[in-house]
Nanobody, 114 residues
């Protein structure tokens, strides 16, 4: 049974930093690309960052230089380091698997506010 559990969200001031974690289980994690998505209130869910099994990455233009996705295949975990956070980064952040069937975590809320 595939499980994805995100953590690390919270309230942060503009310019601050957070690290999100997604712990995965129930599938051969090291074989799969993984992604972070986000959904802001009233907006569609969007891809934020993507990482291949060998840690090639790509990012939404708006977060390039501010966010870093990484993975630890020994721990079946991906991370999203977020810095220089902006008000518009406020959203629920989800991790997602790749592959023929897509699985989502439950999400973790990030609120950027002064």
């Amino acid at each position: 049974q595939v499980q994805l559990v995100e953590s690390g969200g919270g309230l942060v001031q503009p310019g601050g930093s957070l690290r999100l974690t997604c712990a995965a289980s129930g599938f051969p994690f090291s074989n799969y690309a993984m992604s972070w998505y986000r959904q802001a209130p009233g907006k569609e869910r969007e891809l934020v960052a993507y990482i291949t099994p060998i840690s090639n990455t790509r990012y939404l233009d708006d977060v390039k230089g501010r966010f870093t996705i990484s993975r630890d295949n020994a721990k079946n975990t991906i991370y999203l380091e977020m810095s220089s956070l902006k008000l518009e980064d406020t959203a629920v952040y989800y991790c997602r698997t790749s592959g023929p069937k897509l699985y989502w975590g439950q999400g973790t809320q990030v609120i950027v506010s002064s």
